[in-house]
């Protein structure tokens, strides 16, 4: 029986905070509240809270979507919401990409060393 989106969610979850390159962020995993809807194309996050796709998860292998999980918990550790505030409300798209860039060689870095 396939998982639901909300299982994956919990499973990757679980998958970060056994890995000895990510388990440093269990806390963040813990913060806030994960919801689900359609209304998003992929995946995003207030700074605290993180609302997935639910068919863009089922979309995804699970190291795919333990990438998508630390992603959306990156931007919380790094504060991206908060701390770049002025450049979100000046221009969103451009704050955006600098953040995932930011946020996604991070992710590439460690993974190398990963088990997930």
Not at 29 to 40: A, C, M, N, R, Y
Not at 44 to 53: A, E, H, L, Q, W
Not at 58 to 62: G, H, Q, Y
């Given at each position: 029986m396939a998982l639901t989106s909300e299982q994956r969610i919990?499973?990757?979850h679980i998958a970060i905070m056994r890995s000895k390159e990510f388990c440093m962020f269990a806390g963040v995993?813990?913060?806030?509240?994960?919801?689900?809807?359609?209304?998003?194309p992929t995946a995003?996050?207030?700074?605290?809270?993180?609302?997935?796709?639910p068919e863009f998860i089922?979309?995804?292998?699970?190291k795919e979507l333990n990438f998508v999980?630390?992603?959306?918990a990156l931007h919380k550790v790094y504060q991206h919401m908060h701390l770049w505030k002025k450049l979100w409300k000046d221009n969103p798209?451009?704050?955006?990409?600098a953040a995932d860039y930011v946020v996604n060689y991070a992710i590439y870095e460690a993974d190398?060393?990963?088990?997930?």
């Open positions: 919990t499973k990757s995993l813990s913060v806030g509240k994960v919801s689900f809807t359609e209304d998003i995003c996050t207030n700074g605290r809270d993180v609302i997935y796709n089922k979309s995804l292998d699970d999980v630390l992603h959306e798209m451009l704050a955006n990409m190398e060393q990963s088990d997930i």
